[in-house]
């Protein structure tokens, strides 16, 4: 983090301790579900945020003219998802992504015949296959990396075919996990569930649902948490900002930066715990969105991608939403760490030329651009949770145990659904009933 210039800053109030009945580190959709959940039971809260704004992983931008997701965009599932439920009881528009609407490319700009598209999709099919075989197979965990190795994949495939279906890879496993396949783990691979394939696009932003849990909660923005002291009496936070004093705390922090260390804890958090953390593994993910003067894409395509090899894996049209015309990249594991490091121009670069090679050469050049650097965000170190290599889902519970006063959520927490806005949503509410319970 960068400095003390807020340090200088202390008020008069930071320099008093302030007290509450439960403190929530973390104003992301664990920590406001947790904080919503207990004012509505009469508790007294008060949620300590180190950035200037909410909702942590879900940030919406409205910079090019309609609303980006810059962290999360889906709502994974329809059948029994509470954020849809939450979406459809308020009235909250939303899109449901057509993935049978792709546009996938060669390296000519030309698009896949459906006969090679049906070919590579078959080949996936048998590699995942191969997959859950030998996760009974194997005596001790290996990558999918490995897995995939102890397999022949590609025989019989034409060159494109041989790029296709390494394309799909990435965008079926190492987008959906924000890992690359040779971290990611065969035996917890699939273990966690879902509430179906529907996935669905928020048109006004996903901040829509962060916005429907703060009415009524008393959020400290710019309360970056130093450190934090437990003990049978109670709990002791430090912030920029002040200290504050409570029976109970809620950690939300994310794994990434539960894993640097950059909280203190005193004592330190249990040895098992502190396991489950360093065994876990925080994935990295990249979004590029870019505005354009005129659509030269497919216009009714959701999404297309071309499978030569670049960085951003795919674009997302949002043109059929919007009716503006933005696409935005997407790119997952070391392919984000390695777009992060790069400046926003680089990587605009990067994009413009896959776009060239697949549209041609006079394309028009983007008016606006966002880019993303979850990895690199102090308040993140990533952007959503893998089962690393030698890692379970139990692991995740172990995280989520109670510590003393302390009590644990957020999508790392979550052994059901990992990496997700509704795993984090329901282990905040989680929290909050072994708080309320207690
Ligand atoms: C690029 C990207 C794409 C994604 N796509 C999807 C998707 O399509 N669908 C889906 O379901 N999920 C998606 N996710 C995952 C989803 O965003 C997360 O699972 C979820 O938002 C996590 O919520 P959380 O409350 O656990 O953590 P967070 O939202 O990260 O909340 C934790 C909060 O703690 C704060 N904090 C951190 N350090 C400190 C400190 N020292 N002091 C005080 N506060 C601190 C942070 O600022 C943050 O506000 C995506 C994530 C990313 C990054």
Same mark, same amino acid.
């Given at each position: ?297 497919? =216009?009714?395509?959701? *999404?297309?991608? +071309?499978? &030569? /090899? $670049? ?6 049209? !949002?043109?059929?939403? #919007? ?56 308040? =993140?170190?990533?952007? *959503?949770?893998? +089962?690393? &290599? /030698? $890692? ?6 172990? !995280?989520?145990?109670? #510590? ?35």
């Amino acid at each position: 983090m960068g400095g003390c210039a807020p340090i200088f800053a202390l008020s008069a109030q930071a320099n008093q301790v302030q007290t509450t009945e439960v403190l929530v580190i973390g104003a992301g959709v664990a920590g406001l579900t947790a904080a919503s959940e207990l004012l509505k039971k009469d508790h007294d809260v008060i949620v300590l945020e180190g950035r200037d704004r909410i909702g942590g992983r879900i940030w919406t931008d409205h910079s090019l003219g309609a609303p980006i997701d810059l962290g999360a965009s889906w709502i994974h599932g329809d059948n029994g998802n509470p954020i849809k439920r939450l979406a459809d009881n308020n009235n909250i528009q939303l899109f449901t992504t057509d993935f049978g609407q792709g546009s996938i490319y060669d390296n000519q700009g030309n698009l896949l015949s459906d006969a090679a598209i049906t070919r590579v999709e078959g080949r996936f099919g048998q590699v995942e296959g191969r997959f859950y075989e030998l996760k009974d197979e194997v005596s001790q965990d290996i990558s999918l990396a490995q897995a995939l190795t102890m397999q022949s994949p590609y025989q019989g495939l034409s060159e494109t075919e041989r790029q296709a279906l390494d394309w799909l890879l990435e965008f079926n496993i190492e987008l959906d996990l924000a890992a690359d396949l040779d971290e990611l783990s065969l035996l917890s691979w699939e273990e966690d569930e879902t509430f179906g394939d529907t996935d669905i696009l928020f048109p006004g932003g996903y901040e829509q649902i962060i916005n429907l849990l703060t009415p009524g909660l008393d959020i400290r923005l710019n309360h970056f948490v130093e450190s934090v002291t437990y003990d049978d009496a109670g709990v002791k936070v430090s912030t920029f900002n002040g200290v504050f004093e409570a029976q109970h705390a809620i950690i939300t922090l994310p794994l990434g930066v539960l894993q640097h260390g950059v909280v203190e804890f005193s004592p330190n958090l249990p040895t098992r715990k502190q396991r489950a953390i360093d065994r876990l593994g925080m994935g990295a993910f990249s979004k590029i969105a870019l505005r354009f003067p005129n659509v030269f894409w497919p =216009a009714e395509s959701h *999404y297309f991608g +071309n499978v &030569v /090899g $670049s960085p951003w894996t795919e674009y997302w049209n !949002l043109d059929v939403m #919007a009716q503006l015309p933005i696409i935005v990249g997407l790119s997952p594991g070391s392919l984000a760490r390695s777009l992060e490091s790069m400046t926003d121009v680089q990587m605009a670069e990067l994009a413009m030329q896959d776009l060239r090679a697949t549209f041609g050469t006079n394309i028009s050049e983007p008016i606006g651009m966002v880019v993303t650097r979850w990895a690199s965000d102090p308040f =993140a170190l990533g952007a *959503y949770s893998y +089962n690393a &290599v /030698g $890692s379970t889902l139990s692991d995740r519970d172990t !995280l989520g145990e109670p #510590a003393g006063n302390l009590f644990f959520a957020g999508e790392a927490t979550s052994s059901s659904f990992p990496g997700t806005v509704h795993g984090a949503h329901l282990e905040g509410l989680r929290a909050a009933r072994e708080i309320d319970d207690l």
